[in-house]
T-cell receptor, first 112, second 113 residues
Framework: DTAVSQTPKYLVTQMGNDKSIKCEQNLGHDTMYWYKQDSKKFLKIMFS???????INETVPNRFSPKSPDKAHLNLHINSLELGDSAVYFC???????????FGPGTRLTVT | TQLLEQSPQFLSIQEGENLTVYCNSS?????LQWYRQEPGEGPVLLVT?????EVKKLKRLTFQFGDARKDSSLHITAAQPGDTGLYLCAGRSGGTSYGKLTFGQGTILTVHP
């Protein structure tokens, strides 16, 4: 059974479009995260939610809006997509903010 | 902003060789983790080190946390092709950024048969 799942796996879209990436975890964890990994493999935190509350919000354009409908889900909506948004986006979860994070398989977003 | 400098960025070696990957920072971290990522997958945790000077071994992998908790190293003995992958160090900060993980740039390791 998949612990942290993301959909879609691949997303190709044009500049200016709006898209969403969904994430679900079945581990019963309280904390969920969104990371962005660029073409050089650099992984950077974007957002973190604990019990549906936003606790980490890095310097990310406000075109990116996370939403957590419940503890098991954390979705990422991106408005007005730009070329520079092309990257692999990883969702992760952990039982608490200080323990091991479990990553999803990633969503490769390509903006043309 | 806390930064983690990871080196080398690329490492290509023959099966059986030893290697060391370094992770350095000017900041103190409450703990440091090492992850391994394979193509098309998310990072998977290998180890967490918490105490300054701590050494942990995982089969042929040896992890060390610096005494001042600012740096760490990963040493692989007798590397095998199955060790090929992206290795990431990640430091956990405290204070107002409690729980936030800062990742290094990663080391892409290729072990040739």
């Amino acid at each position: 059974d998949t612990a942290v799942s993301q959909t879609p796996k691949y997303l190709v879209t044009q500049m200016g479009n709006d898209k969403s990436i969904k994430c679900e975890q079945n581990l019963g964890h309280d904390t969920m995260y969104w990371y962005k990994q660029d073409s050089k493999k650099f992984l950077k935190i974007m957002f973190s939610y604990n019990n549906k509350e936003l606790i980490i919000n890095e310097t990310v354009p406000n075109r990116f809006s996370p939403k957590s409908p419940d503890k098991a889900h954390l979705n990422l909506h991106i408005n007005s997509l730009e070329l520079g948004d092309s990257a692999v986006y990883f969702c992760a979860s952990s039982q608490d903010v200080v323990v091991e994070q479990y990553f999803g398989p990633g969503t490769r977003l390509t903006v043309t | 902003t806390q930064l983690l400098e990871q080196s080398p960025q690329f490492l290509s070696i023959q099966e059986g060789e030893n290697l060391t990957v370094y992770c350095n920072s000017s900041s103190v971290f409450s703990s440091l983790q090492w992850y391994r990522q394979e193509p098309g997958e998310g990072p998977v945790l290998l180890v967490t080190v918490v105490t300054g000077g701590e050494v942990k071994k995982l089969k042929r992998l040896t992890f060390q946390f610096g005494d001042a908790r600012k740096d760490s190293s990963l040493h692989i003995t007798a590397a095998q092709p199955g060790d090929t992958g992206l290795y990431l160090c990640a430091g956990r900060s405290g204070g107002t950024s409690y729980g936030k993980l800062t990742f290094g740039q990663g080391t892409i390791l290729t072990v040739h048969p």
